[in-house]
């Protein structure tokens, strides 16, 4: 009995003397704390007493007893919530953003009829971008002479990209001087194709 007695009094002692000497500052490593349910069993069934605390309390006071003989696992934060026994939650991604915009203007041609007159007939083919006028050009204009020269004018004056038509956005344009004929036949033909569109 006296054997057992001095074997556990020498092992808390050498336990006690190397734990003070690990927890010391400068030693370089602390003591983790061991849970009671681990702590050595000195012969005789009790277990041995626990260390004092490497936290800086003063030797021979004695720490506060634990609530809890198990271990509490510390979730590390690069673990999935699968692994922590917890439910997997799926983001879907967020729905993409709709603007309110004007729909793109289409571009179209339309062409009038024929209209005959004093020195030949003619069509007028306007493009439209959405109901805006863009070019306009005659067709079927008689070339060379004096008549040929009356629709070069009325040609120069009413057609293209920034002509009397684009610009008036309309029939109602003024007669060329000298080709009263051909501008007539031109503004005909140009409201029929301003009506079909």
Do not use: C, F, H
Request: net charge positive; hydrophobic share 30%.
């Amino acid at each position: 009995m006296r054997r057992a007695l001095l074997a556990i009094t020498g092992l808390a002692a050498g336990t006690t003397a190397l734990v003070v000497l690990k927890g010391a500052p400068g030693a370089g490593q602390a003591t983790p704390d061991v849970p009671a349910a681990l702590a050595p069993v000195a012969p005789g069934g009790s277990a041995a007493p626990e260390p004092p605390s490497p936290t800086g309390s003063a030797p021979g006071v004695t720490p506060s007893p634990r609530a809890s003989s198990k271990p509490t696992p510390k979730p590390s934060a690069d673990r999935s919530a699968a692994s922590r026994g917890g439910t997997r939650t799926r983001t879907t991604p967020a729905a993409p953003r709709t603007t309110t915009s004007a729909p793109k203007a289409t571009t179209r041609t339309v062409t009038g009829p024929s209209v005959t007159y004093e020195y030949g007939s003619l069509q007028v083919r306007i493009t439209l971008s959405g109901s805006r006028i863009v070019d306009a050009t005659a067709i079927g204009l008689p070339l060379g002479g004096q008549s040929g020269q009356r629709s070069d004018d009325v040609q120069a004056r009413y057609s293209g990209t920034s002509g009397e038509v684009v610009a008036r956005q309309s029939a109602n344009l003024s007669t060329v001087s000298g080709a009263t004929y051909t501008s007539t036949a031109y503004k005909q033909s140009l409201q029929a194709a301003l009506d079909k569109a």
